[in-house]
């Protein structure tokens, strides 16, 4: 090669693979950090103020793996978040928009790295092996929301490919009832500039997490999508408010909004979040 001449411009799939090892290492960097500053500042907190340590490192950690976070509707501050479930990565977008503590199958919390940060975010386990779990967790809930926390639950008990929203188990739905606390429906929704959302940021089936993870470092921008539906406070039986907010939230992702309310954004905002004008059905 003579002197001077330029470099052979890097083949795309080599500069995919190296974006993506840099993007994964700066996500991972990112948890890292969360984890010394839960040590340093957050240990032994409350469960609001790790519902705010949460909100900090989502939006820290969807900046690194290139998501944009847009919403539309009234964002929750406190009761229950209703949401359909499509990837781990649903965590971290609803954290960054709103402090909250989630809801989760107990195998999470044996998850590398995200494991960790679920413990230390107060994430409530449901060990879907035992018979009196959901009892268990239903009175975590409770104190959950007594403490003023707000609480995520995905009652679908299952992410899935986003085609349809899944039937909403109504077992979870208690501690709202019991507290009479509002419920709020969500729909997450993703969009990709190239490749498959179904297969590359749901996460489903047999599909394996940190390849997966790894694959998803390599899309160059990932857009995720919060409609949030105005709280629902009901004395209703816990099988029909399932099926109502079932509907509310399969509404919400087609893309319609079951009930248009004046919102005013709270001073309070992270960066990595932007509101979106609603669109009608």
């Not at 989502?58 to 847009?70: C, E, Q, Y």
């Not at 909250?100 to 107990?106: A, L, M, P, Q, T």
Request: net charge positive; proline share 5%; aromatic share 8%.
């Amino acid at each position: 090669m003579r002197r001077g001449a330029a470099l052979p411009a890097p083949e795309p799939a080599t500069a995919s693979a190296l974006s993506g090892a840099l993007r994964g290492l700066h996500f991972f960097g990112e948890c890292l950090a969360a984890v010394v500053n839960h040590f340093v500042e957050f240990r032994g907190a409350s469960l609001t103020r790790r519902a705010q340590w949460s909100q900090r490192w989502g939006a820290r950690m969807a900046r690194s793996l290139g998501v944009d976070i847009s919403t539309c509707g009234p964002i929750p501050r406190q009761g229950v978040i209703v949401a359909n479930h499509l990837s781990y990565l649903d965590i971290v977008v609803l954290a960054a928009t709103t402090p909250c503590v989630f809801v989760s199958k107990k195998e999470v919390a044996d998850w590398p790295v995200f494991g960790l940060l679920a413990k230390m975010a107060g994430t409530i386990f449901v060990d879907r092996a035992r018979r009196l779990a959901v009892g268990d967790a239903a009175d975590h809930i409770t104190l959950a929301l007594e403490a003023g926390a707000t609480v995520v639950i995905f009652p679908e008990g299952t992410s899935s490919d986003g085609r349809e929203v899944l039937p909403f188990r109504a077992s979870l739905l208690e501690s709202a009832l019991r507290t009479a606390s509002p419920l709020q429906p969500a729909a997450i929704d993703y969009a990709l500039e190239e490749g498959s959302v179904e297969n590359e940021v749901c996460y489903w089936g047999e599909m394996t997490l940190f390849p997966h993870l790894m694959n998803l470092c390599r899309k160059h921008r990932i857009e995720a999508r919060l409609a949030f539906a105005p709280a629902v406070r009901t004395t209703a039986s816990r099988k029909d408010l399932a099926r109502e907010l079932w509907r509310q939230v399969s509404e919400l992702k087609r893309g319609g909004n079951p009930v248009v309310t004046e919102y005013r954004p709270s001073e309070q905002r992270v960066e990595t979040v932007r509101e979106v004008e609603c669109l009608h059905a």
